[in-house]
């Protein structure tokens, strides 16, 4: 008598060797996006997430620690003392950095928010980022009137380091400077008309440069730390690099951000980051609902298990019992 559904017996098998894969079968699930990931999870097979249970534990004490962390980001979203823009894209590029440094769940669901946000933003390819850190750079090296762009900054930010004679000699120039800044930074508008992060920065940069404040071409270490960045949200760096320019007086960060952008980051923000958040909650929910299935069907599995060992155990005793009953009866061959 077969103590198993047939569709049960590799299951069974597997009980009674002790054996299940630690080896996730939820991240290599293929989807075009969260919302399809999640119905991926659904339509898992019992036998499968058995199988499978402790890389699902796993991935659902994964899947908790990163939803913190976006219910953490968008609250850093909402606080903001200058630029909502800035600081909106400094809070994803923290989220991306946290995301990105832990394998397995984490990872995956940064690839469906790079998709999200690439949808919302339009792209902004690896060689254009790092095209538009070289044009920064080399207005900060460039010579201008025997001096290069970084010394006019330095002087503009700090000028009680100089002496009277360079003060005078750069408040003379500082007009034509301001000009020259400008205009490198249409020349680049130009050149990145089509992707919409890089004109958020660079006009950002010039409405700061033309209203006199072109520190930001004091600190090209931040420039270079932020083209070192990596990743498919490595463009979030350049909202963190307009908050710390901004902290530091170099460049006013209330400029960054027409009305039209505005709207745009608002609405990724106010809606498509809740969305976003409600759709990890509802794969949480999927995810928990496969354990729970499993586990109770790991739980009448060791039932009949047991019960089997039982019935088994008690026709032995019964075999044995009546052996011996047989062997006292029987008679002496003396």
């Known amino acids: 008598m077969k103590i198993f559904p047939r569709e049960f017996n590799e299951i069974a098998k597997k009980v009674q060797a002790n054996v299940q894969s630690t080896t996730s079968i939820i991240v290599p699930l293929q989807a075009s996006g969260l919302a399809e990931f999640v119905t991926a999870v659904h339509n898992l097979s019992l036998k499968a997430v058995y199988i499978s249970l402790p890389s699902l534990r796993g991935d659902l004490a994964q899947l908790d620690i990163v939803i913190e962390q976006f219910r953490a980001s968008q609250s850093e979203m909402v606080s903001y003392d200058s630029s909502y823009t800035a600081n909106m894209l400094a809070s994803v590029c923290r989220l991306e950095m946290s995301l990105s440094a832990c394998a397995g769940m984490p990872c995956k669901i940064l690839q469906f928010l790079a998709q999200d946000m690439q949808e919302h933003f339009g792209k902004l390819p690896r060689h254009i980022l790092d095209d538009i850190y070289d044009d920064l750079i080399a207005i900060i090296t460039e010579d201008f009137q025997g001096m290069i762009g970084e010394r006019w900054a330095m002087i503009r930010t700090a000028p009680e380091k100089f002496d009277q004679a360079t003060i005078a000699n750069h408040a003379a120039g500082n007009p034509s400077f301001v000009l020259h800044v400008v205009q490198r930074l249409e020349e680049m508008k130009k050149r990145y008309a089509e992707n919409k992060i890089a004109m958020w920065l660079i006009e950002g940069l010039r409405k700061s440069a033309n209203r006199g404040n072109y520190g930001f071409l004091n600190f ?56 976003f958040i409600s759709q990890l909650t509802g794969l949480r929910s999927a995810i928990n609902n496969k354990i729970n299935a499993a586990e109770n069907l790991q739980t009448k599995l060791l039932g009949l298990l047991m019960s089997a060992s039982i019935a088994v155990f008690q026709i032995l005793a019964g075999l044995v019992t009546g052996l011996i009953q047989s062997t006292r009866i029987m008679p002496n061959s003396d």
């Open 220 to 275: 090209p270490s931040f420039y270079k730390v932020s083209k070192a960045a990596d990743g498919e949200l490595a463009w979030t760096t350049l909202g963190w690099l307009a908050v710390k320019l901004g902290e530091r007086d170099a460049v006013n960060v209330k400029l960054f951000g027409s009305g039209q952008e505005e709207w745009m980051f608002l609405k990724f923000g106010v809606q498509s980051m809740p969305r």
